[in-house]
């Protein structure tokens, strides 16, 4: 409890860890010349050159560290207008501007998705926002594209399934490729003739599903349709939970990003989330459910849609070092607000958990670091990579891990599910009638629902993992999801039929209802 | 007997939505038998300036966990925090850090 107070004793009463933390810092810890600006870590005072040079080292250590990007790759950031993936978008052109030895040497694109459809923006804040983001995006120089949100009703179902990818083996290969572009690059020089670099970038865009239209220049989203808003609206109406509000709107916002990297031929997708974003989000996450995917949802890169690499190159900056780092460096940010915006503190599970971190965090500093270095521990689950193509892991048509229902007797999967089943038996009074009572009621008893009154629920839910049916419990309907869910979800299941029937003669007849799937 | 003070205060990150969405204030303290600091500037913002939900901008006597204070654009933490003594022409920001301001 009394962590800052050595030696000293608790002292009577008080908020221990708010106690003068022993003389402020006069000098910079780091130069010790500079006057400092602020205090990251615990008593680590930086003054404002020390920062900067601290910042901007992070960001190019943790990308060559991990040494998945590939010279001349095309890699998609992901925009959202806030603080960490303004700063992200900054240490790009940042390290883009480097020169020749230090330089990154991937071909950066932004991507903004406009979600004011489900925050509850009218068409004209919309476009104000809108032109504001332009003028930011057209001064970092890079390509970028304005998506609405909208537009996952246009998506196909292909973005709901993963792409194996075999052509990028990582590790062994990326000092060959760095090479490999830098004796291109020096050749490029001597010649100066046309045919820019397009063998490996090539290579790579080819792995992409449908054909890159290599639109370079700026993408103008096309005009707004009203009655895909009022679908948006719908949709979002009929999730009854913020908490579930807040997963569907993630879900379908990582699909369209999917989407516009695939279509586009980016091979990485960055996103912005900070160290504080994702200690929050692995706790949070923990209570959704989603503990089996917490080293995809969290980790530096996620590999789940195959041939599109998730990186998030923010995760060592607190909220803290980026708020000051825009602040002080006068990094842009729009400020669009979000489904939570103004919400009370316990108005999803989301907030609640970023409450109590903050709250933490405030009176025990080194809470979200030692929340965020906990979750480092934790790898993709074995099962994860060595499927030696032989069997695709089935997996969830919403968040597209890996399923984690099939699981072995006993797991708190089954204890979770059969007491759910029993809490929907009616008062023992009703007996054994209880299917007559209510023939189509989902999970009554043990008797399968009836077939033609199948509401969609019980043939989504199998598709799904345990989180994701959480979700989708949360709507009262599910004919608003977007069509590609439905048909994708229809295709799964017939796939799955034809299959069954393939192998129905080799069955043993006394199996019960099969398996959870 | 503190003489009235005139500072600027700015909001950001999402805060300035509870001030009618305005980021930037120039304010004037009025006199008062004590000096100001932190601590009875949010006070004073409670009473005079925050529009509406103070619970999501003040806590007890200082401001919400997320919420950063920059004073004269270095962190407060460097400065005493609640106890920091404002003097004439400083500027203080608020800078919110949680997930949709």
């Given at each position: 409890?009394?962590e800052?107070?050595e030696?000293g004793?608790?002292g009577?009463?008080?908020?221990?860890?708010r106690a003068p933390?022993g003389g402020?810092p006069?000098?910079?810890?780091?130069?010790?010349?500079?006057?400092?600006v602020l205090i990251?870590?615990v008593?680590?005072?930086?003054?404002?050159?020390?920062?900067?040079?601290?910042?901007?080292?992070?960001?190019r250590a943790?990308?060559?560290?991990n040494?998945c990007i590939?010279?001349?790759?095309k890699?998609?950031?992901?925009?959202s207008?806030?603080?960490?993936s303004?700063a992200?978008v900054?240490?790009?052109?940042?390290?883009l501007?480097r020169?020749?030895?230090k330089?990154?040497r991937?071909k950066p694109?932004?991507l903004?998705?406009?979600?004011?459809?489900?925050?509850g923006?009218?068409?004209?804040?919309?476009?104000e926002?809108?032109?504001q983001?332009?003028?930011?995006?057209?001064?970092?120089g890079?390509?970028?594209?304005?998506v609405n949100l909208?537009?996952?009703f246009?998506?196909p179902?292909s973005?709901?399934?993963a792409v194996?990818h075999?052509?990028t083996d990582?590790?062994?290969?990326?000092k060959?490729?760095?090479?490999g572009?830098?004796?291109?690059?020096?050749?490029?020089q001597c010649?100066r003739?046309g045919?820019?670099?397009?063998?490996l970038?090539?290579r790579?865009?080819e792995?992409?599903?449908q054909?890159p239209?290599?639109k370079?220049?700026a993408e103008?989203p096309g005009?707004?349709s009203?009655?895909?808003?009022?679908?948006?609206?719908r949709?979002?109406?009929?999730v009854?939970?913020?908490?579930a509000?807040?997963?569907?709107?993630q879900?379908?916002?990582?699909h369209?990003?999917?989407?516009?990297?695939r279509?586009?031929?980016?091979?990485?997708?960055m996103?912005?989330d900070?160290c504080?974003?994702?200690?929050?989000k692995?706790?949070?996450?923990?209570?959704?459910?989603r503990g089996?995917?917490?080293?995809g949802?969290?980790?530096?890169?996620?590999?789940?849609?195959?041939?599109v690499?998730v990186?998030?190159?923010?995760?060592?900056?607190?909220?803290?070092?980026?708020a000051f780092?825009n602040?002080l460096f006068?990094?842009?940010a729009i400020?669009t607000p979000?489904l939570?915006t103004?919400a009370p503190?316990?108005?999803?599970?989301?907030r609640l958990?970023?409450s109590?971190l903050c709250?933490?965090?405030?009176?025990?500093?080194?809470?979200?670091s030692?929340v965020?270095?906990t979750g480092?521990?934790?790898?993709?689950?074995?099962?994860?990579?060595?499927?030696d193509?032989?069997?695709?892991?089935e997996?969830?048509l919403?968040?597209l891990?890996?399923?984690d229902?099939?699981v072995?007797d006993?797991s708190s999967?089954?204890?979770t599910?059969?007491?759910?089943?029993?809490?929907q038996?009616?008062?023992?009074?009703?007996g054994?009638s209880?299917?007559?009572d209510?023939?189509?009621q989902?999970?009554c008893?043990?008797a399968p629902?009836?077939?033609g009154?199948?509401?969609?629920?019980?043939?989504l839910l199998p598709?799904?993992?345990?989180?994701?049916?959480?979700?989708?419990?949360?709507?009262?309907?599910?004919?608003?999801?977007?069509?590609?869910?439905?048909s994708e979800?229809?295709?799964?299941?017939?796939?799955r039929?034809a299959?069954?029937?393939?192998i129905?003669e080799?069955?043993l007849?006394?199996?019960?209802?099969p398996?959870a799937? | 007997?503190a003489?009235?003070l005139s500072?600027?205060?700015?909001?950001?990150?999402g805060?300035?939505?509870?001030?009618?969405g305005i980021?930037?204030?120039?304010?004037?303290?009025?006199?008062?038998?004590?000096p100001?600091?932190i601590r009875?500037?949010?006070a004073w913002i409670k009473e005079?300036?925050?529009?509406?939900?103070?619970?999501?901008?003040?806590q007890?006597d200082?401001?919400?966990?997320?919420?950063?204070v920059?004073?004269n654009?270095?962190?407060?933490?460097?400065?005493?925090?609640?106890?920091?003594?404002?003097?004439?022409q400083?500027n203080?920001?608020?800078?919110?850090?949680?997930?949709?301001?």
């Amino acid at each position: 409890m009394c962590e800052s107070e050595e030696g000293g004793g608790c002292g009577g009463g008080g908020r221990p860890a708010r106690a003068p933390r022993g003389g402020r810092p006069l000098k910079c810890m780091k130069c010790k010349e500079g006057p400092p600006v602020l205090i990251i870590r615990v008593g680590d005072a930086f003054c404002k050159a020390c920062f900067k040079d601290y910042f901007v080292h992070k960001f190019r250590a943790l990308l060559g560290k991990n040494r998945c990007i590939f010279p001349g790759e095309k890699v998609l950031l992901a925009f959202s207008g806030g603080p960490a993936s303004s700063a992200m978008v900054r240490q790009v052109q940042e390290g883009l501007s480097r020169e020749a030895a230090k330089k990154l040497r991937f071909k950066p694109g932004i991507l903004f998705v406009d979600e004011g459809g489900v925050c509850g923006q009218g068409l004209e804040k919309r476009g104000e926002v809108r032109s504001q983001l332009e003028r930011i995006l057209r001064a970092t120089g890079f390509p970028y594209h304005l998506v609405n949100l909208e537009e996952v009703f246009g998506l196909p179902g292909s973005i709901l399934r993963a792409v194996s990818h075999s052509a990028t083996d990582h590790s062994q290969s990326y000092k060959e490729a760095v090479d490999g572009f830098i004796q291109q690059q020096e050749l490029l020089q001597c010649e100066r003739t046309g045919g820019p670099g397009e063998s490996l970038p090539g290579r790579l865009a080819e792995l992409s599903i449908q054909d890159p239209s290599e639109k370079e220049t700026a993408e103008v989203p096309g005009p707004l349709s009203i009655s895909h808003t009022a679908e948006l609206t719908r949709l979002f109406g009929a999730v009854k939970t913020l908490t579930a509000r807040e997963e569907l709107l993630q879900t379908l916002r990582n699909h369209l990003i999917l989407h516009v990297a695939r279509t586009s031929g980016y091979t990485k997708v960055m996103m912005g989330d900070s160290c504080t974003r994702v200690a929050v989000k692995l706790l949070t996450n923990l209570c959704l459910g989603r503990g089996a995917f917490l080293a995809g949802d969290t980790g530096f890169s996620d590999g789940r849609h195959g041939d599109v690499l998730v990186l998030r190159p923010m995760r060592e900056y607190s909220a803290k070092e980026i708020a000051f780092y825009n602040r002080l460096f006068g990094v842009p940010a729009i400020f669009t607000p979000a489904l939570a915006t103004k919400a009370p503190d316990r108005a999803s599970i989301h907030r609640l958990i970023e409450s109590f971190l903050c709250k933490l965090q405030s009176d025990f500093p080194s809470t979200v670091s030692t929340v965020y270095r906990t979750g480092e521990k934790l790898g993709a689950a074995p099962g994860d990579d060595d499927s030696d193509g032989a069997t695709e892991p089935e997996r969830c048509l919403l968040c597209l891990c890996t399923l984690d229902t099939n699981v072995v007797d006993g797991s708190s999967l089954q204890s979770t599910l059969l007491s759910e089943e029993l809490c929907q038996k009616p008062p023992l009074s009703a007996g054994s009638s209880c299917c007559e009572d209510a023939p189509t009621q989902t999970g009554c008893c043990k008797a399968p629902p009836v077939a033609g009154a199948i509401p969609p629920q019980v043939w989504l839910l199998p598709l799904l993992c345990y989180s994701c049916r959480l979700t989708i419990k949360d709507m009262s309907c599910l004919e608003p999801l977007p069509p590609y869910i439905h048909s994708e979800a229809e295709r799964r299941r017939r796939s799955r039929a034809a299959m069954k029937q393939e192998i129905q003669e080799f069955l043993l007849e006394d199996d019960e209802a099969p398996p959870a799937s | 007997m503190a003489a009235p003070l005139s500072i600027q205060l700015e909001f950001g990150g999402g805060a300035e939505l509870l001030f009618d969405g305005i980021r930037k204030h120039q304010v004037t303290l009025p006199s008062q038998p004590e000096p100001w600091d932190i601590r009875s500037l949010l006070a004073w913002i409670k009473e005079n300036l925050l529009k509406e939900r103070p619970e999501l901008f003040v806590q007890g006597d200082t401001v919400r966990p997320g919420i950063l204070v920059l004073i004269n654009e270095a962190d407060w933490e460097l400065m005493g925090e609640l106890d920091y003594q404002l003097q004439d022409q400083d500027n203080v920001v608020f800078i919110s850090t949680l997930h949709g301001g």
